[in-house]
């Protein structure tokens, strides 16, 4: 009889290649040196070209992946709806998660506390399974901002952490996951982030929108004028934020604006007027924490589709865009007079609009704390990491460092 360890390498390549992502486990469970092999190699590659349309996004209060696949859909076939799953991992099936950040494979979870002011962390591998808590030198609070990168010199994996009140921060934190431990960063910033505009990952730093601290002195006048936004990066390797780069385009409080990543290597930016039904878009043809150029992508008039009166939530849009089909879908929540729903608006050129209901959402938007925004889905496609997060080999890497 024919036992897995009789197996051809050529055949056992071809097997482990077509391994769907999220059953990586049950083939570690299967054979040791499989399960020895999955944790240095990424077995499914045939899987994970096919899964460039693989996101994951939140669903109330719910981590799932979701398959969204643009193919065909300028042609004249039939949009396939996209698949949602659940995750069922252990760490997370029993928690509510209100954010999610995507970097270089690895996801940052927000989880939401029975106290009702209290969150707390988990960074999760999806391919090796491993997740990690992270314990606060305090505690975390809702209002928290965060981020994921690395520095790119090390490739070492951290996360900043501010308390964002209205435009006033009054501690930056950073976590480095192979020292497990946390750090106060001596910044000064005249730049504020909202904690409703989540930042985005690229190339191991993040970039947010953020607009300029306004003071008014005692004696000065009552009010000025509000200041557009910029586009703000943090290093990682550097631990420290960048110069004010310029947006595309004057953004103010009450405008859409929202960033999203394009393969790991551009930035793209939605922006809508409160006052306008138009959505443009742009993206980066050169982007580093000190400089960035822009340029058009996609410009649509919704009001002939949707209405005068329609705009995506200043505070909750999340979306992707296809460079090759001149698409763009944007996900937000609707809602209707009995209930609310996560919802997809395709747009591209020549007045392309499709709506695409992706069930119904638990709350109704008037019931959900504004810090509960955040966009629903993470702009890049997953890449399976290699990237080790528990405890037991941090340690034995850093033990190994020690030696040498």
Known sequence: MTIISDL??????????????????????????????????????????????????????????????????????????????????????????????????????????????KTSLVVWNPYLGQTRWIQPKNYYYRLDVYALGYDINKRKHKILRFFADAYNVSLYEIYDICS??????????????????????????????????????AGGPESIAEPHAILLSFDFTKERFGPPLPLPVEHYIEDTGTLSSLRDEKLAALYQSSSMCNVKIWV???????????????????????????????????????????????FQIDESEMTCYDTAYLIGENGYFEKIGLGEADNHLDSIPMEDYCPLVCSCSYVPSLVHINNEFVKDKANEGDHH
């Open 8 to 117: 051809s390498w050529d055949l056992v390549e071809k097997i482990l290649a077509r391994v769907p992502i999220f059953s990586v486990g049950a083939v570690r469970s299967t054979c040791k040196q499989w399960n020895r092999l999955s944790k240095v190699r990424v077995l499914c590659k045939a899987e994970a070209k096919r899964h460039q349309f693989l996101r994951f996004m939140l669903k109330n209060y719910k981590l799932c992946s979701m398959r969204f696949d643009l193919h065909g859909i300028l042609h004249g076939e039939q949009f396939v709806d996209p698949s949602i799953r659940e995750i069922t991992g252990d760490s997370l099936i029993h928690v509510k998660v209100t954010k999610v950040f995507h970097c270089d494979g690895l996801l940052l979870c927000v989880t939401k506390d029975k106290e009702e002011n």
């Open 180 to 217: 497990d431990s946390w750090r106060v960063l001596d910044i000064t910033q005249d730049w504020g982030i909202m904690f409703y505009h989540r930042g985005v990952s690229l190339k191991g730093n993040t970039y947010f929108f953020a607009k300029e601290k306004i003071v008014l002195e």
């Open 284 to 330: 980066t043809t050169k982007i580093e924490p000190n400089a960035v150029s822009w340029v058009p992508f996609l410009e649509i008039d919704l009001e002939p589709l949707r209405g005068f009166e329609f705009q995506f939530h200043h505070y909750g849009a999340s979306f992707f865009i296809d460079e090759e089909k001149k698409v763009a879908v944007v």
